[in-house]
């Protein structure tokens, strides 16, 4: 079983920062993928960055240039560094990472830009 935390949500305005972290409960280096997913209101839950077990990293469109992905194996944790962030930012953020073939997830952390 593996749990996730996230944090580092919260309230920002148009063209600041957040990072936010994922904590898990095992040994991250085990991992075969690690992502950030992102569900705005009324719209389907999608991959926002991902990173694999040998560093190789995926963005979506909207956020290539602006969001950065990372991955601490010492300390367990996976990052989502946003920059320049823009109000279709907002959704909810959730750590998925795959493990021994399952899929889990966190609670999610609220990102709200406003204009």
């Known amino acids: 079983q593996v749990q996730l935390v996230e944090s580092g949500g919260g309230n920002v305005q148009a063209g600041g920062s957040l990072r936010l972290s994922c904590a898990a409960s095992?040994?991250?280096?085990?991992?075969?993928?690690m992502g950030w997913y992102r569900q705005a209101p009324g719209k389907q839950r999608e991959l926002a960055a991902g990173?694999?077990?040998?560093?190789?990293?995926n963005y979506v469109d909207s956020v290539k240039g602006r969001f950065t992905i990372s991955r601490d194996n010492a300390k367990n944790t996976l990052y989502l560094q946003m920059i320049s962030l823009k109000p279709e930012d907002t959704a909810v953020y959730y750590c998925?990472?795959?493990?021994?073939?399952?899929?889990?997830w966190g609670q999610g952390t609220q990102v709200t830009v406003s204009p």
């Open positions: 095992g040994s991250i280096a085990s991992f075969s993928f």
């Open positions: 990173i694999t077990s040998d560093g190789r990293t």
């Open positions: 998925r990472v795959t493990y021994s073939g399952r899929a889990y």
